[in-house]
């Protein structure tokens, strides 16, 4: 059933100050969603200046899929279309694809993107990467492989973001090696590749307990003239942490002191290790029976005012 002239122009009218009012008065969804429905039963007078409902309506979307939200995406999407808030475009359907990705949802993506091909509905890179994202938090590595190519048959020509993400769903995954590849297929595309493609490389490296192939990943990220984050210099020294309390001996106390030297790389070079990191580090040192070792970590804590 339609909504009546008048609902209509209700939303167009009661949407627009939404997101606005939200951000000034730190507002929630529910909270915005709450005052629509109640100016759509009339029940108030909808405040604030008039603006594009058009905007007014996608940032409404919009924040839905920031949040994550799927089925408050897809609710305000069908709202919207049937009153004629929004058009049956890219940038709409983008944002709904945007609450899959947050979700992890890949069935939901694949299944809005594949409404839009079917419907004529041209995707843009954003589309695509959108659902690749969605196939990384999934760590779905068949499906980011499957929509990368996708995007190429439909004459889409993959960015560095595309390349990036189909590498951290490799890496989420797991496997390493295909993470190697899609750099390297990365840097043949000349695309130059970010800190966040090479950390993805190291993770995958470190999960796959290949730490001398995480540092190797590291050299050539440093010879690549990308600086490496606080993640980079992290995932080595938890993996190195962990890989001395998988050894014993004399294995274990060298494992123990690479974990130390990538922690004071990271404090030469101005990146903060995390507490995580530090943590996995002092816990190395206690398990080697390092009281000093231990108390060097201790001190790192106190001058970065991570310990009491």
């Given at each position: 059933m339609a909504l009546l002239p008048a609902e209509t122009a209700l939303v167009g009218r009661a949407v627009a100050p939404l997101t606005r009012r939200a951000a000034r008065e730190g507002e929630s969804i529910e909270v915005a969603e709450r005052r629509l429905r109640d100016l759509l039963g009339g029940r108030s007078s909808p405040p604030g200046p008039r603006m594009d409902r058009g905007k007014a309506a996608l940032s409404v979307l919009q924040a839905c899929g920031r949040r994550g939200d799927v089925m408050r995406?897809?609710?305000?999407?069908?709202?919207?279309?049937?009153?004629?808030?929004?058009?049956?475009?890219?940038?709409?359907?983008?944002?709904?694809?945007?609450?899959?990705?947050?979700?992890?949802?890949?069935?939901?993506?694949?299944?809005?993107?594949?409404?839009?091909?079917?419907?004529?509905?041209?995707?843009?890179?954003?589309?695509?990467?959108?659902?690749?994202?969605?196939?990384?938090?999934?760590?779905?590595?068949?499906?980011?492989?499957?929509?990368?190519?996708?995007?190429?048959?439909?004459?889409?020509?993959?960015?560095?973001?595309?390349?990036?993400?189909?590498?951290?769903?490799?890496?989420?995954?797991?496997?390493?090696?295909?993470?190697?590849?899609?750099?390297?297929?990365?840097?043949?595309?000349?695309?130059?590749?970010?800190?966040?493609?090479?950390?993805?490389?190291?993770?995958?490296?470190?999960?796959?307990?290949?730490?001398?192939?995480?540092?190797?990943?590291?050299?050539?990220?440093?010879?690549?003239g990308v600086t490496p984050d606080r993640a980079a210099y992290d995932t080595l020294i938890r993996a190195w942490s962990e890989e001395a309390g998988r050894s014993s001996g004399s294995s274990a106390a060298t494992a123990v002191e690479r974990a130390e030297a990538w922690l004071w790389k990271a404090r030469e070079a101005g990146a903060e290790p995390s507490d995580v990191a530090l943590l996995a580090l002092l816990a190395a040192f206690l398990r080697a029976d390092d009281p000093e070792g231990a108390q060097r970590v201790v001190e790192a804590m106190r001058s970065l005012g991570r310990w009491p």
């Open positions: 995406a897809e609710a305000w999407f069908a709202l919207l279309r049937r009153a004629r808030a929004i058009p049956l475009a890219a940038h709409t359907v983008n944002a709904v694809i945007l609450a899959c990705a947050r979700a992890a949802d890949v069935p939901r993506a694949e299944g809005w993107l594949i409404q839009m091909l079917e419907k004529d509905i041209e995707p843009n890179v954003f589309t695509f990467n959108t659902v690749l994202a969605a196939c990384s938090e999934a760590a779905d590595m068949p499906a980011a492989h499957r929509w990368f190519h996708r995007m190429e048959d439909v004459g889409i020509t993959p960015d560095a973001v595309s390349y990036s993400t189909v590498i951290t769903a490799c890496a989420r995954a797991g496997n390493h090696p295909l993470a190697e590849d899609w750099l390297a297929r990365m840097r043949a595309a000349s695309i130059q590749p970010g800190v966040k493609c090479y950390s993805a490389v190291i993770t995958a490296c470190t999960a796959a307990r290949d730490v001398h192939g995480a540092e190797r990943w590291w050299r050539w990220m440093q010879e690549d």
